[in-house]
């Protein structure tokens, strides 16, 4: 098992008791991608990216163009074409760090996978060496309907930044049903995960401290055991319907205390989200979804 989990995964699995659980499962971590997986990629047309930029923070961004975009051209070798928004950390971050997680997600079926690697940004978009390659379940996330906008002109992107969140990003992230989360470990890369659940999940406690659940999964705990011995963190909420991208970066703390445990339906921990720095990016995506219906595991 300690060739597949680094200590951190091991320790929160220890405490959270999967240990011998995760290390069964951890077996389909590999660094060469299935041809199911290859399939899956060249059908979508959204992804996420975790990246750390030079001095160590974490950042998710949003990744999108017509399907195909997202290839892998050989076991290990994934090609993604689309270039990162503009303002957004993620193509500093490759020229700084090359470390790279990939979530790529199709809401509408709720199939998603994870390749974490090294890239480097080109001309002619990001090249990826996969180190780790694996499937998730279909836990927690709410079925959504993709279309590209067609038919007018998209305003142009433009970033608004800060180091705390307005009232109007609260309640964008309170009335959230969908969030990525991007972490890294200093041995290792960077990696991109998905969290979800009702409308309100995540709780801004203040305006640099939010604070969400932590449900059942598969005990492996990538996410978690990289902030066990780093806390550093990247969040990425979206707005489905208009296209605009809130990233959040700062350290996460992960709380086990069972008295504020009890305060969230479902949660088995939580996460505590300390806000560093702010990128609110309007007219970022050309992509749009509509809802569809929520996760049937979403705590209630």
Known sequence: MANVFHPG????????GTYSGAGRIGNGIRPVIPRTFREFMAEQAFAVAASVDGVGHVWASALVGEPGFIR???????????QPVPGDPLADNLKSTGKLGLLVIEFATRGRIRLNGNAE?????????????????????QARESKQEQGKPTPPATAQLGEKLTTAQRRWIESADTFFVASANPAGGADASHRGGQSGF??????????????????????????????????????????????????????????????????????????EQVIETASALPLRFSFMDYSPYNPR
């Open 72 to 82: 892998a051209l050989d076991d290990r070798t994934v090609h993604v074409t689309a």
């Open 9 to 16: 995964e091991i320790a929160v699995q220890k405490q959270a």
């Open 121 to 141: 940004l080109r001309p002619d978009g990001i090249w990826m060496q996969t180190e780790e390659v694996f499937g998730n379940c279909q836990k927690y996330i």
């Open 202 to 275: 995540v709780r801004v406690m203040e305006s640099k401290k939010l604070v969400w659940p932590d449900y059942s999964g598969n005990g492996m705990f990538q996410t978690l055991g990289n902030l066990a011995i780093n806390s550093r963190a990247g969040l990425l909420f979206m707005d489905f319907e208009r296209g605009a991208v809130l990233q959040l970066t700062g350290h996460a703390d992960i709380i086990w205390d069972e008295a504020r445990t009890t305060e969230f339906v479902g949660a088995e921990r939580l996460i505590e989200f300390h806000v």
